[in-house]
């Protein structure tokens, strides 16, 4: 753990090991308090399991925690719409409609990555199901498989990385993808978010290198009720702009930055820190400023105490 301070205080966007992090919500909110972060968003894959505990443990570490979490949305390739991510902020994790969405996604998703481990076993890679489900504690993830993978086969794979480009990636070689049985359109996605008392915010929007138009996406997404825009992100630091130099991801977000402020929709930030799973990315990478962050909550009415 290190003491160095985060550049940003608040950091709106961090996954936990209920979803595809390798930290505990308790260990994260720790290591977050250590960085002198002041408010973090637990915003984990399809669940909101973590949110609880992360709270209890923001409490005790003097750090605010904003309840919330990451949907994995359905692509609609008809409306340029395709591999979307709405961040929920301030949600209420145990609003009923939420839950009971959540739940249904959460059991798609563990049919999708059982049939995913079942095609990866196909190709003779010692991969057992029952492995990654304990691995994974909360909602099992391609890391988890990749985990399990890369441990039991090491004549095979040196790396986690290697599992993604040779079998788990959409588009490796010998790629194991199946699409889920059930998972939530955009709108879907921030109708629910609303249901739970929330704002819906489209995530790092500058890396859906798929969509055709993104600024033409984020204008049919406010059409559906979309609140805002993630206009800092360590787009440095992640797949589609990995290397990228400091002028190109500032270019992107004054990009971002304009749209929001153009369409009047509130702007975001976070690190979308993944523990070891994302090496290079500490908590308070990418965030907001103590000043907009209490600029920010006053718009939205959410009322913090640290």
Not at 228 to 251: I, P
Not at 267 to 287: E, F, L, R, V
Not at 293 to 304: F, I, K, S, V
Request: contains cysteine; charged residues 20%; negative net charge.
């Amino acid at each position: 753990m290190t003491s160095a301070a985060a550049r940003y205080p608040v950091d709106l966007q961090v996954h936990s090991a209920c979803s595809d992090g390798t930290d505990t919500p308790q260990a994260l909110v720790a290591r977050a308090a250590v960085l002198g972060i002041r408010v973090l968003a637990l915003t984990d894959h399809d669940t909101v399991q973590g949110v609880d505990a992360a709270t209890e443990a923001g409490r005790q570490h003097g750090v605010w925690v904003l309840p919330a979490l990451e949907f994995s949305t359905r692509s609609e390739r008809h409306l340029d719409l395709l591999d979307i991510n709405i961040l929920g902020y301030g949600i209420d994790p145990h609003h009923p409609a939420l839950t009971a969405v959540l739940q249904r996604v959460v059991e798609s998703r563990v049919e999708q990555k059982v049939r995913q481990i079942e095609r990866l076993q196909g190709y003779g890679v010692d991969v057992p199901v029952e492995e990654v489900l304990a691995r994974a504690g909360g909602v099992p993830g391609r890391l988890h498989i990749a985990q399990v993978a890369l441990e039991r086969n090491p004549q095979r794979f040196h790396t986690l990385q290697e599992v993604f480009d040779q079998y788990l990636a959409p588009d490796a070689p010998h790629s194991t993808y199946v699409t889920r049985t059930f998972s939530l359109t955009v709108e879907e996605s921030i109708a629910v978010t609303h249901a739970a008392g929330g704002v819906a915010v489209l995530a790092h929007p500058g890396s859906y290198t798929r969509v055709q138009d993104v600024d033409g996406a984020v204008r049919r997404m406010q059409a559906m009720g979309l609140d805002g825009l993630e206009v800092r992100y360590t787009y440095a630091q992640n797949r589609g702009h990995r290397g990228a130099s400091a002028a190109q991801v500032t270019q992107v977000v004054a990009h971002f930055r304009t749209l929001a402020q153009e369409l009047d929709l509130i702007q975001t930030g976070g690190s979308d820190y993944h523990g070891t799973a994302k090496p290079g990315i500490t908590p308070g990478m990418a965030g907001v400023s103590l000043a907009e962050w209490t600029a920010l909550a006053a718009r939205l009415g959410w009322r913090w105490d640290v």
